[in-house]
């Protein structure tokens, strides 16, 4: 899937209620884009901005990470973790297998109405659609979405939605069961 507008984001059609998942993409981005990886609700904001060589959690004060080795036109995994009141981004380059991440945990807001001590910020909740796209630039091409759930010692649901250049390929539910570690066969 080739995504070239800024205009608006790629949802999911299907709905996820799992307190401990990831969603990983295959993505590949223009030399000036900024992809933007979000919850159906906007209460989760996660952005890789290729010019400017950072990953971005859109909590208040931002989390950000500088990520020398991101470069235009190279496929990277992007994997967002949330678990509970936790939200990890993470890319790896798929040539050199660098890797970096940042992470954040939810913050109330202290109170209630005139109780409340801070504004606070959320980093999604345990149910969602997800949605990606281009926040700027000129392209992102989507390889593979894949979502996961992160339970160990049980089961693991998947989706994988594999794409090319005509769009949805497959979209197979598949189930396996994780190490001791917690790890997905290889691979996957």
Request: include cysteine; aromatic fraction near 12%.
């Amino acid at each position: 899937m080739n995504i070239t507008s800024a205009v608006n984001t790629v949802k999911l059609d299907k709905f996820y209620a799992i307190a401990e998942r990831k969603v990983e993409y295959r993505i590949k981005l223009s030399a000036d884009a900024k992809a933007i990886f979000h919850s159906s609700e906007k209460d989760f904001n996660a952005f890789v901005d290729i010019p400017n060589k950072k990953i971005i959690i859109a909590t208040n004060p931002v989390t950000e990470k500088r990520v020398d080795f991101l470069k235009g036109d190279r496929e990277y995994i992007v994997e967002v973790y949330h678990v509970y009141q936790h939200a990890k981004l993470r890319i790896t380059d798929v040539q050199t297998r660098e890797t970096a991440e940042i992470s954040a945990e939810h913050d109330g807001q202290g109170g209630v109405g005139k109780g409340a001590l801070q504004t606070g910020f959320g980093v999604g909740m345990q149910w969602d659609y997800y949605c990606f796209g281009l926040s700027g630039g000129t392209s992102m091409q989507v390889k593979r979405v894949t979502v996961y759930a992160l339970k160990k010692g049980e089961i693991a649901n998947v989706w994988r939605f594999d794409y090319a250049a005509r769009g949805l390929l497959s979209g197979k539910r598949f189930s396996f069961s994780l190490d001791a570690a917690g790890n997905k066969p290889i691979g996957w």
